[in-house]
């Protein structure tokens, strides 16, 4: 047994000092069970194997007997009340003693005392001291013994209430399950617990080093249908077993999610449990939809796939063996111990900003539920996945709402089957069609390119600034110099980040040949930032001949039926100004058309650009840096450019100078 020292005297009242350490809650597991369990048979085996280098072993009567004046006989002979403060006291030598050596504790005990004819149980001995201590408690579970349903229910409804972790162990507690709980007990927790996801997700990353856009995805009830965890215990004949768990508060906890693995541990071995997985995998179907969404997906080199969930893994992988995506698209999730991590909402939102902040990707989100609100939020994208009525979350409306007055999330749903009654309103959530192009091509665009590209330093750009820069030049000669940055930037920038599509012309020589146009050019959209960037649009536009053509003093003035036909979505837009100085007005653009459309791309042409407004190839403020577009210029300038007169471009560009 674990060596304490602790001087109390002889006052069977005595006081004790909480200790403060480190200030962290050790790790104390109370091994429990009936007389005759085989608690003391246990003790001895699990001290024998684990040793005591990093476990400590404490029996909790022989403590008294150590600790309290007249040993065992002299506590019995005392009142309930003195009793009760001597079991305090050594609960809290039991959680110093672990604190100060940082061992995790193993305590032998009795929850409730029996009377002599057993007919009826006597009042727990469990004490508020205990709820404070222990972190976890293994119930040696013997179905022979009368009266167990009656101290296992309490102690298990007591465990819930003060979120200590219960596992029930049957009749067969072999001595190396009760090891691997332990071991498991001592390294797991919630810090741990997101470094694991973390490195899983890094993993993934650096496995596949093209990656630029990740998409980040529930699985049950998004993905397919079906809850399978409620399939899983339909299947054992205990439905509706979690929902005893998750209805308590904190519902979606760490311990929650925790408690929730612990139970189909000690539901079922090993090889049950992946045949149960095995045959719920056989009965669930990824709706048709996400399926194409998926394959598609799947083609995209720079497009990684992640499903996390709080679900089974080994359902998950596979339901994607069974489809052929288990190469392509990676599972994160638990269940089993051996999983070594628990999937939460709070994992699930600080795995998005990982993504984002340490791999500098571009997130798309997809969820179903309040548990994927936080994912949802901190993406640069999100779906809510819509399903029936009858069996979607009915908390979902309400909590969803929340978010997008609270958190700013703004997002999209995807109703799926296409028939189900969307959620709130579908202005303030708008749908989205898996399938549709014009969403595909919104997901899958190259994202590799930094938000602010110039050419400042080329040849080129100097040759052309020459003209837009000199004083003498003005009227249709300005406009025509700029009509040719216009058209030098569209040629040499946009084509690489847009991409070009292969198209079929009438060679001169009287023969069909393939020739390149701007991929998706008819869904292009080119605004002119009137007056001063109409110029340089039409250099633009004279690249890109089949794109629509806008003019536009202010962003009220880009209409939704400049984003999308009657036939089809745009996928691009390109704002176009000649002079770019502190931004602001760019930036009332960009949200302006964000907020008509979500996944259209937003690039912005400009000739110059003050140096404040950037940094590099990033957007100096922060805030801007946050917007979702690209800004391609032809130099940066130190210059503030708020000229008027003779000094502004606008009026150099139309000969009307004399203005002020």
């Known amino acids: 047994m674990a060596d304490i020292s602790l001087n109390l005297g002889h006052d069977e009242h005595a006081a004790f000092t909480e200790p403060s350490a480190n200030g962290n809650k050790p790790t104390i597991v109370g091994l429990y069970g009936l007389p005759g369990s085989g608690k003391t048979t246990m003790f001895k085996k699990l001290k024998g194997s684990l040793g005591e280098e990093r476990f400590a072993f404490f029996e909790g009567s022989a403590l008294i007997s150590e600790l309290c004046p007249g040993g ?21 030598c039991i959680k110093m003693t672990c604190v ?62 003060n979120g200590i972790l219960f596992v029930a162990l049957p009749e067969l507690h072999i001595l190396n399950r009760v090891i691997k709980f332990l071991e498991d007990f001592r390294s797991h927790d919630e810090s741990n617990n997101l470094v694991r996801v973390k490195e899983r997700v890094d993993k993934l990353v650096t496995d596949q080093e093209q990656l630029k856009t990740m998409l980040v995805m529930d699985a049950d009830r998004t993905l397919t249908a079906e809850d399978t965890g409620e399939m899983f215990w339909t299947l054992k004949g205990e439905s509706g077993t979690l929902k005893g768990y998750f209805g308590t508060s904190p519902k979606y906890s760490y311990t929650t999610f925790r408690q929730a693995t612990l139970l189909y541990e000690q539901a079922t071995t090993d090889q049950e449990f992946g045949v149960l997985c095995g045959e719920i995998a056989e009965k669930v179907t990824i709706y048709p ?37 288990d190469h392509v698209v990676k599972v994160i999730a638990g269940g089993r111990i051996a999983d ?66 609270t958190r700013g999330l703004r997002a999209r749903q995807a109703l799926l089957p296409s028939n189900v009654t969307p959620r709130l309103d579908t202005t303030e959530l708008p749908l989205v069609q898996l399938t549709e192009e014009g969403f595909l091509e919104s997901v899958f665009v190259q994202r590799n390119a930094p938000p602010v590209i110039h050419t400042t330093d080329k040849k080129a750009a100097k040759l052309l600034a020459t003209s837009m820069r000199d004083a003498r030049v003005g009227g249709p000669a300005l406009r025509r110099a700029h009509a040719r940055v216009g058209g030098y930037l569209a040629v040499e920038y946009l084509t690489d980040l847009i991409g070009l599509e292969e198209v079929t012309i009438r060679h001169v020589l009287d023969s069909d040949t393939t020739a390149y146009q701007l991929r998706c050019e008819k869904q ?28 536009a003093n202010e962003p009220a003035n880009v209409k939704q039926h400049h984003l999308e036909t009657p036939l089809e979505k745009q996928q691009t837009i390109i704002l176009v100004d000649s002079v770019v100085n502190t931004g602001k007005t760019i930036v009332k653009f960009v949200e302006h058309i964000s907020n ?18 950037v940094a590099g190839d990033r957007f100096a403020d922060e805030k801007t840096g946050k917007l979702d577009f690209t800004l391609v210029a032809l130099r940066v300038s130190p210059t503030k450019f708020t000229g008027s007169g003779s000094n502004d471009t606008g009026n150099r560009l139309f000969n009307t100078t004399h203005l002020k």
């Open 100 to 161: 100060q050596s940082g061992k995790t504790g193993i305590v032998t005990g009795h929850f409730m005392f029996w009377s002599g004819s057993q007919s009826e149980p006597s009042q727990p001995v469990w004490m508020n001291e205990d709820a404070k201590a222990y972190t976890h408690i293994l119930y040696l579970d013997l179905p022979a013994k009368r009266w167990r349903l009656t101290e296992k229910k309490k102690l298990r409804d007591l465990c819930r209430c």
């Open 340 to 405: 070594e991590l628990v999937v939460t909402p709070a994992v699930k939102g600080a795995l998005v900003t990982h993504l984002k902040d340490a791999h500098d990707m571009y997130v798309w989100a997809f969820g179903d539920s309040p548990l994927d609100l936080e994912m949802l939020s901190k993406a640069d994208q999100a779906i809510v996945v819509v399903g029936d009525k009858r069996t979607r979350s009915t908390t979902m409306d309400e909590q969803l709402a929340k978010a997008m007055e």
């Open 596 to 613: 008509l459309s979500a996944d259209i791309r937003i690039i912005v042409v400009a000739g110059v650009v003050q140096d404040k407004f």
């Open 289 to 325: 939809e996400f399926l194409s969404f998926l394959k598609r997906a799947a083609k995209e080199k720079h497009v990684g796939i992640v499903i996390l969930t709080c679900g089974l893994r080994r359902v998950w992988e596979e339901v994607l063996k069974r489809e052929n995506l």
């Open 524 to 551: 292009t959209t080119i605004v002119a930032l009137m007056r001063g960037g109409e110029p340089m649009a039409s250099g633009v536009s004279d690249a890109f001949p089949l794109a629509m053509y806008v003019y």
């Open 72 to 92: 065992l006989a002299g506590f019995k002979q005392l009142l309930e009340p003195a009793q009760k403060c001597w079991r305090e006291c050594v609960t809290q």
